[in-house]
């Protein structure tokens, strides 16, 4: 999850984003035509399993009959982050067939509360307005009552990026933040030297935010069984949180002993390790980072930044509407056993993460251009 990507606009108010639907919509009994997926270029950051998974939904769903569906996707912002998550949930439903609408919250930048009253409203809103599926990027738990009224009205949910695990919702879609922690943490150990030595985590230690403090934690475990001393230094978005940050991990590097060996951030801000690695003079430490942030990109071009890992918003976007489609066409329980390879427990699919390195920044541009997730 982008902690930054929950405001992405300014304005008060709801906008209907974008919508996709086929314009002669069949009616339920044997399908026309089978479904057939808009062809993507393969290339070494391809998710081959992932891929492959969607194609044998897709398979399952061709042998059942049609069935008219309307579904929606309500999500936290329209912008950065989101932007691959419209165009995938557009092209899937297009895909399908189905009369389909992405629906994004324009909320104030700093007040929870109406973000979480707009985003129930709208929950709400496409619920009276006939959805029979719902995709949803709930703020937290505090939309686990609006989805169970949705389900108890008959709705599918599911939702993606991040969860309202206390809900009836279906399944959950996302990068999975405990395994997110882990791969980014073994990204780093095989560059560091061997133990003793210690490790900057630029990650979250706030209970308030459960989803950081979970990547955090499985990054953390990583290099602690490997032996080494672990500093978290907590992630700050106020004003004047990059200073923060920056001088924090600045004076860690001169002070720590035994001596910073490797550096990890966690979240869209993670750049800020790479400046106070300048800082403090220590530009050898090896740096791993997380998200494209542009600034992240710079470091990576100069060599300060080795790798970063980036989350796979736009098969979150692609995946929801054909999950909600298989709810209702093959049952949840088949859905479930088609998305087994990619499930971590009874309700959740983890979409995984890419790793980038340094060297690879084109490649994987090539790559988010070929499938229109530009970031």
């Given at each position: 999850?982008?902690?930054?990507?929950?405001?992405?606009?300014?304005?008060?108010?709801?906008?209907?984003?974008t919508?996709?639907?086929g314009?002669?919509?069949?009616?339920?009994?044997?399908r026309p035509?089978?479904?057939?997926?808009?062809p993507?270029?393969?290339?070494?950051?391809?998710?081959?399993e992932l891929?492959a998974?969607?194609?044998?939904?897709?398979a399952?769903?061709?042998?059942?009959s049609?069935?008219p569906?309307q579904m929606?996707l309500?999500?936290?912002?329209?912008?950065?982050?989101?932007?691959?998550?419209?165009?995938?949930?557009?092209?899937?439903?297009?895909?399908?067939?189905?009369?389909?609408?992405?629906?994004?919250?324009?909320?104030?930048?700093?007040?929870?509360?109406?973000a979480?009253?707009?985003?129930n409203?709208?929950?709400?809103?496409?619920?009276?307005?006939?959805?029979?599926?719902?995709g949803?990027?709930?703020?937290?738990?505090?939309?686990?009552?609006?989805?169970d009224?949705a389900?108890?009205?008959g709705?599918?949910?599911?939702?993606?990026?991040?969860?309202?695990?206390t809900?009836?919702?279906?399944i959950?879609?996302g990068?999975?933040?405990?395994?997110?922690?882990?791969?980014a943490?073994?990204?780093?150990l095989a560059?560091?030297?061997?133990?003793?030595?210690?490790?900057?985590?630029?990650?979250?230690a706030?209970?308030?935010?459960s989803?950081?403090?979970?990547?955090?934690?499985?990054?953390?475990?990583?290099?602690?069984?490997?032996?080494?001393?672990?500093l978290v230094r907590?992630?700050?978005?106020?004003p004047?949180?990059?200073?923060?940050?920056?001088e924090?991990?600045?004076a860690?590097?001169?002070?720590?002993d035994p001596?910073v060996v490797g550096?990890?951030?966690?979240?869209?801000i993670s750049?800020r390790?790479a400046?106070?690695?300048?800082a403090?003079?220590k530009?050898?430490?090896p740096i791993v980072?997380?998200?494209?942030?542009p600034?992240t990109?710079?470091?990576?071009r100069k060599g300060?930044?080795?790798?970063?890992?980036?989350?796979?918003?736009?098969?979150?976007?692609?995946?929801v509407?054909y999950?909600?489609?298989?709810?209702?066409?093959?049952?949840?329980?088949?859905?479930?056993?088609?998305?087994?390879?990619?499930m971590?427990?009874?309700?959740r699919?983890n979409?995984?993460?890419?790793?980038?390195?340094?060297?690879?920044?084109?490649?994987y541009?090539?790559?988010?251009?070929?499938?229109?997730a530009n970031q």
């Open positions: 999850m982008t902690r930054s990507g929950w405001w992405g606009m300014m304005a008060l108010g709801l906008t209907v984003l919508a996709a639907c314009s002669e919509t069949p009616d339920a009994g044997e035509t089978p479904i057939r997926r808009i993507i270029v393969e290339n070494e950051f391809t998710p081959v891929e998974t969607v194609d044998t939904l897709i399952e769903i061709n042998k059942s049609f069935e569906m929606a309500v999500l936290k912002s329209a912008a950065g982050f989101w932007t691959s998550v419209i165009t995938a949930a557009n092209r899937a439903m297009g895909e399908l067939e189905v009369t389909g609408t992405v629906i994004g919250p324009l909320v104030p930048q700093d007040d929870v509360e109406v979480k009253q707009l985003l409203e709208q929950i709400e809103q496409t619920v009276a307005d006939g959805a029979e599926g719902l949803i990027a709930p703020l937290n738990d505090d939309q686990a009552a609006v989805v009224e389900i108890a009205k709705v599918h949910v599911v939702t993606l990026d991040t969860d309202v695990a809900s009836k919702r279906a959950h879609v990068t999975l933040d405990r395994y997110a922690g882990v791969t943490g073994d990204t780093l560059m560091l030297p061997p133990a003793p030595g210690t490790v900057i985590i630029h990650g979250n706030d209970e308030a935010w989803s950081g403090i979970d990547r955090t934690q499985g990054a953390q475990e990583v290099f602690e069984a490997a032996g080494y001393e672990v907590q992630s700050s978005w106020n004047d949180g990059e200073a923060e940050d920056v924090g991990m600045t860690e590097l001169e002070t720590a001596p550096m990890l951030g966690l979240f869209n750049y390790c400046m106070a690695a300048e403090a003079g530009t050898d430490i980072a997380f998200d494209f942030d600034k990109v710079d470091y990576m300060r930044i080795k790798a970063t890992h980036i989350q796979r918003q736009y098969y979150q976007g692609y995946l509407p999950i909600l489609y298989g709810i209702k066409s093959i049952g949840l329980d088949a859905t479930k056993e088609i998305l087994a390879p990619q971590v427990d009874d309700s699919v979409t995984g993460l890419d790793v980038v390195p340094g060297d690879k920044i084109d490649a541009n090539d790559f988010l251009y070929s499938i229109d």
